[in-house]
């Protein structure tokens, strides 16, 4: 989670020092129980309920005190009906035209083993949205939330996110697809 970040504000390449503190354990009464990751200690993990199932939740500091990276996605976690419509709005905008053109075409071997071209059926905005499944939302900073969407093999199984440089605003954005 933390390399989609830094991968999506251009940084890495360079190797720097940078001194990490190691978060510790908390209940939250919102947000659950959260535990640091084994990776990157200063960042917290957990789950929270999120409509019939759960959903991951990742809190880093990103330099500032994790209290405000807390908040934040105590804020996002607070709004999540909302944001989650309207990020499937923004994946809809930005990738439905591109499923219908080139994705739902394909090819595959048939019983003779011979290859073969299949179409799946176009989709409306309500079927490509109603697809896609919320798996995980992180909180970056003050600021930065990422909504990351399993795509239901749309787009052979890749991640579709959104990112919010605005927090729970969602004007301030970019829209991706990662493998």
Known sequence: MFSRIKHLLGLGGAK???????????????LGSLAPDKTFGDTLLGHVRFKDGSIGISISPDGKPIDEAISLMTQAVSSLGYLD?????????EFLELY???WRIAQRLNSGGRIEDFEIPRLSDQEFGAKLMLQSVEA????????NYDDSGMF??????????????L??????MDD
Request: proline content about 4%.
């Open 16 to 30: 720097t020092r940078v001194k990490r503190v190691t978060a510790a354990p908390l209940n939250h009464p919102l």
């Open 85 to 93: 419509k309207e990020c499937r709005r923004l994946i809809t905008e």
């Open 100 to 102: 219908n053109s080139e």
């Open 140 to 147: 970056s900073g003050d600021s930065l939330l990422i909504f």
């Open 156 to 169: 052979a199984g890749n991640c579709l996110s959104v990112a919010s440089f605005d927090g729970i605003v």
């Open 171 to 176: 004007k301030d954005i970019h829209v991706s």
